[in-house]
């Protein structure tokens, strides 16, 4: 079965530089959302999407922004960055929520994303 | 805003023993999932508790939802050694995202 896909896998960046992290949901999935999870914590919310409209915004950093496209697929677009930003960002995908009640949700394999 | 705890932060147990997390959430949830993710992978979906004093089993697994949709807990039994990970709860109150909590690490020593 098709699962979420993340690239790249791992990525190395100096700081100040710029990073553009994908993601393509399973296909069907309406809403992507972006977690940041740093060693040894639980994933934090960044921002979420539905139907391409940002639907809801957590934690995010203004040096970050993010968009969904046509196709569903999301990118997160991190600038100047900071050592601090060194994390693995998962996306994931679901159905929206139908009647305020949540639909699981399904992982990708995470970005690692390592600052210098 | 919404707060989601969890405890015990950290679980070592001898293979063979049971092993039980709990969750915790400050405001009344609508739905509540659990993750397992493993050393070096990634969130996987394990179940999602919608009704007051749902129970659910899974194999070992044995998940509960509180009367009062603010708590949960997940219960092992007879740990084996591919349990280990960290166990997430995540909350979800109505039309609100999931907010997760911060985990259980569990260690198994067979």
């Known amino acids: 079965a098709a699962g979420v896909i993340q690239s790249p896998r791992h990525l190395i960046k100096e700081k100040r530089e710029t990073a553009t992290l994908k993601c393509y949901p399973i296909?069907?999935?309406?809403?992507v959302y972006w977690y940041q999870q740093g060693p040894g914590q639980d994933p934090q919310f960044l921002i979420s999407?539905?139907?391409?409209?940002?639907?809801d915004k957590g934690s995010i950093p203004d040096r970050f922004s993010a968009q969904q496209f046509s196709d569903y697929h999301s990118e997160l677009n991190m600038s100047s960055l900071e050592l601090g930003d060194s994390a693995l960002y998962f996306c994931?995908?679901?159905?929206?929520?139908?009647?305020?009640?949540?639909?699981?949700?399904?992982f990708g394999s995470g970005t690692r994303l390592t600052v210098v | 805003g919404q707060q989601v705890m969890q405890i015990p932060q950290y679980q070592h147990v001898q293979e063979g023993e049971d092993f039980t997390t709990y969750c915790n959430s400050s405001?009344?949830?609508?739905?509540i999932q659990w993750y397992k993710q493993r050393p070096g992978g990634h969130p996987v979906f394990l179940i999602q508790?919608?009704?007051?004093?749902e129970v659910k089993k899974q194999k070992r697994l044995t998940f509960q939802f509180g009367e009062a949709k603010k708590n949960s807990s997940l219960h092992i039994t007879a740990t084996q050694t591919t349990d280990v990970g960290t166990y997430f709860c995540?909350?979800?109150?109505?039309?609100?995202?999931?907010?997760f909590g911060p985990g259980t690490r569990l260690s198994v020593l067979p």
């Open positions: 296909p069907r999935h309406d809403t």
């Open positions: 405001t009344t949830l609508s739905n």
């Open positions: 999407f539905y139907e391409k409209m940002q639907s």
């Open positions: 995540a909350g979800g109150a109505w039309g609100q995202n999931f907010v």
């Open positions: 508790l919608v009704k007051s004093g």
């Open positions: 994931a995908s679901s159905l929206a929520r139908v009647g305020g009640t949540n639909y699981g949700y399904t």
